[in-house]
């Protein structure tokens, strides 16, 4: 342990003393320096893969799951915890929801409401889908939930599903009114295999997508399969179509950036196969940051909203982030959406959910560890936003006209030392032309997440300074500083 582990140790334990002195109910267990205000995190132990996400139309709450090892800050024996929220910003911990049993741990999945009874459990019932990892291999279980998702049954029939491959895993499940049946894509090795189910007990092969496409630096983990609509119908491949499919696919290593990130793919999805429109070659990145991994939407979404959240950190060092009781927090929730870049390419757009949007207060002239900034920025003129510190720590941000590019730069962020691969540079391609620029900065006590125009690119670090950036000095653009609400 570190001076600073240390101290930040000792801090946690007198936080702890004094929430339980005070009547006040603590938000989590513990606090600490890089605990964030508006970004869920689990309240101790580790974190990583957000799981099983539902909304519940009936209560109205956002359901989250999430991998979790509730023995130490480390990865370890994976469980499934659960969280609520009405808003998708203040989250309540309801502790564990799937304990491993002889079948293995709780590796990754999804969670469906089967409302008409199809698996047997009853109406309305909520079916987690997850992988059982042990040391022979790795299985697809299921286990139902009469509650509302607050306790889970596992299945007697589980696995489910037998991998017959090493790496085999991640299910997530949907409805598919095509065919009137479930299917489930499933992340096995380097690409990703369809399934079918009428009972979500019994599967069946479809098809594979996935050897000759897209980014192949790392082993596929945590797809996902998206209907997104069109604004208006048009001709696509020499048809009339009024919505395209994206297929969301997370890979580790091999990302943009160096380790874990989310790629996309645009086509069209037939109930059976999966057809790709972009190039085999090409790889798409729903994210130009390096801590944005194993993001996947949330099913049965409110307004036929596509909401995604992404696990904030990097297999390269995960393990390794200098939190104290806690270790790792998703990204805010964002809206995807599918918009046609000046090339004429689809690509999906990202924005912040509107519920994240809400918390934007009153301007300010104050920057403290969490705000949100507005930055209006000519596309024609080089610009540079810094944000930093009295100890001379800084973030470095720059939209490069030439390039048409807007990078980030957090080699001297503060603690970068408990990884060679932390410091790191990471750039987005502005993808559409604008006059001016209107990119939003989401910042919280460890975290930078910056959204282009309409969402168009995104890209998500983490940053640890030993004391928040309190300065923002913008070269070739305006900025406006907003407090945040929550
Ligand atoms: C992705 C992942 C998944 C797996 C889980 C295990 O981060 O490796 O593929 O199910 O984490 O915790």
Request: proline residues 4%.
């Amino acid at each position: 342990m570190t001076m600073k582990h240390s101290f930040l140790f000792l801090f946690s334990i007198l936080l702890i003393v004094l929430t339980s002195c005070s009547n006040k109910p603590a938000r989590h267990l513990t606090d600490e320096p890089f605990r964030s205000v508006y970004h869920h995190s689990p309240s101790q132990n580790w974190m990583n893969d957000p799981n099983g996400m539902f909304y519940d139309d009936v209560t109205h709450l956002w359901h989250l799951y999430y991998q979790h090892n509730p023995f130490g800050t480390t990865w370890g024996p994976m469980h499934w915890a659960h969280a609520v929220s009405p808003d998708l910003i203040h989250w309540e911990q309801k502790g564990i929801a799937i304990a491993p049993d002889s079948i293995g741990t709780i590796f990754s999945g999804s969670a469906v409401i089967d409302r008409y009874s199809t698996a047997g459990f009853g109406e309305n019932v909520v079916v987690a889908i997850y992988t059982q990892s042990e040391i022979c291999g790795q299985h697809q279980s299921i286990a139902y939930s009469q509650d509302g998702g607050m306790t889970f049954t596992k299945y007697e029939g589980n696995p489910v599903l037998m991998g017959d491959i090493a790496d085999f895993r991640d299910p997530k499940v949907f409805w598919d009114e095509q065919t009137n049946r479930w299917v489930m894509i499933l992340a096995c090795q380097q690409e990703v295999r369809f399934y079918s189910s009428v009972n979500l007990r019994e599967w069946q092969y479809e098809s594979s997508f996935g050897a000759t496409y897209g980014g192949h630096g790392g082993v596929w983990e945590c797809p996902d399969l998206i209907k997104m609509p069109l604004e208006s119908e048009q001709m696509i491949n020499g048809k009339m179509a009024s919505e395209l499919w994206v297929l969301l696919l997370n890979i580790n290593p091999g990302g943009l950036f160096g380790g874990s990130a989310t790629q996309y793919f645009v086509g069209e999805w037939d109930g059976t196969t999966f057809t790709c429109f972009d190039e085999p070659n090409e790889t798409k990145w729903l994210d130009y940051g390096k801590d944005h991994y194993a993001t996947v939407t949330w099913n049965n979404a409110p307004d036929h909203r596509i909401v995604a959240i992404g696990w904030m950190s990097n297999w390269q060092y995960a393990n390794n982030l200098p939190t104290v009781a806690f270790r790792s927090q998703n990204t805010i929730a964002r809206d995807l959406s599918l918009y046609k870049d000046d090339a004429g390419e689809w690509r999906v757009g990202v924005m912040p959910s509107p519920e994240l949007l809400a918390i934007k207060g009153e301007q300010t002239k104050v920057l403290g560890d969490a705000a949100i900034i507005e930055l209006e920025l000519d596309g024609k003129q080089n610009a540079v936003i810094t944000l930093s510190n009295e100890k001379g720590e800084k973030v470095v941000m720059s939209l490069d006209a030439h390039r048409q590019t807007f990078s980030m730069d957090r080699t001297a962020s503060g603690d970068c030392s408990f990884s060679q691969d932390f410091a790191a540079h990471t750039t987005a391609p502005l993808f559409v032309h604008h006059d001016t620029h209107h990119i939003t900065l989401f910042i919280d006590h460890c975290s930078i997440e910056a959204f282009g125009t309409d969402g168009e690119w995104a890209m998500t670090n983490l940053v640890f300074p030993s004391e928040p950036y309190n300065h923002i000095d913008v070269q070739g653009g305006k900025a406006a500083i907003y407090d945040i609400n929550y």
